[in-house]
T-cell receptor, first 118, second 112 residues
Framework: AQSVAQPEDQVKVAEGNPLTVKCTYSVSGNPYLFWYVQYPNRGLQFLLKYITGDNLVKGSYGFEAEFNKSQTSFHLKKPSALVSDSALYFCAVRDTMNYGGSQGNLIFGKGTKLSVKP | NAGVTQTPKFQVLKTGQSMTLQCAQDMNHNSMYWYRQDPGMGLRLIYYSASEGTTDKGEVPNGYNVSRLNKREFSLRLESAAPSQTSVYFC???????????FGPGTRLTVT
């Protein structure tokens, strides 16, 4: 079955330190992978995506993610965390199992709460 | 552009009442989606519309109906609300395959 796993419910880092939010996936075929961020009482905002090409993808707000096909991972990273990065982060993968209109639907992980302490 | 808009922002219903959640997008996107978000569950797809005139069930469609009124608008109806439908509901839209989804601000629904 296709799935996305975010193994950590919560990640805590100090401001200025690097951060990593982990994501692993299981899909058939080539994965399309996405990261979203959700601030309190807000909708999800798109951060970045991997479709094809360079394994290191750069996105909004200084975030980047590394696609690793052999480890089926797509971890989100930032070299220097800010307190304002504190939010809920979701990894998602495109549904490849169905055809027609449903191909392109996203399967979301359960989310990781990132807390950045001053 | 307003992006994806949703109304209402908050709603409290009694068990058995009905209501319709409204969603509109002004980005000329083909596909639209309804999700529910519950603590520890991530986002689960309720219904989607791949294009104007089509709708299909997602992961958790029971108790809901949808209407793709036109290319811009996609509504979600609860015919007889139940406490299990207490959740935050998000609408999203997408231009096409390979493109990201854009989300609305959400509707926080409580069913008592």
């Amino acid at each position: 079955a296709q799935s996305v796993a975010q193994p950590e419910d919560q990640v805590k880092v100090a401001e200025g330190n690097p951060l990593t939010v982990k994501c692993t996936y299981s899909v058939s075929g080539n994965p399309y992978l996405f990261w979203y961020v959700q601030y309190p009482n807000r909708g999800l905002q798109f951060l970045l995506k991997y479709i094809t090409g360079d394994n290191l993808v750069k996105g909004s707000y200084g975030f980047e993610a590394e696609f690793n096909k052999s480890q089926t991972s797509f971890h989100l990273k930032k070299p220097s965390a800010l307190v304002s990065d504190s939010a809920l982060y979701f990894c998602a993968v495109r549904d490849t199992m169905n055809y027609g209109g449903s191909q392109g639907n996203l399967i979301f992980g359960k989310g990781t709460k990132l807390s950045v302490k001053p | 552009n307003a992006g994806v808009t949703q109304t209402p922002k908050f709603q409290v219903l009694k068990t058995g009442q009905s209501m319709t959640l409204q969603c509109a997008q002004d980005m000329n996107h083909n596909s639209m989606y309804w999700y529910r978000q519950d603590p520890g569950m991530g986002l689960r797809l309720i219904y989607y519309s791949a294009s104007e005139g089509t709708t299909d069930k997602g992961e958790v469609p029971n108790g809901y109906n949808v209407s793709r009124l036109n290319k811009r608008e996609f509504s979600l109806r609860l015919e007889s609300a139940a406490p299990s439908q207490t959740s935050v509901y998000f609408c999203a839209s997408r231009r096409g395959r390979g493109y990201e989804q854009y989300f609305g601000p959400g509707t926080r629904l409580t069913v008592t």
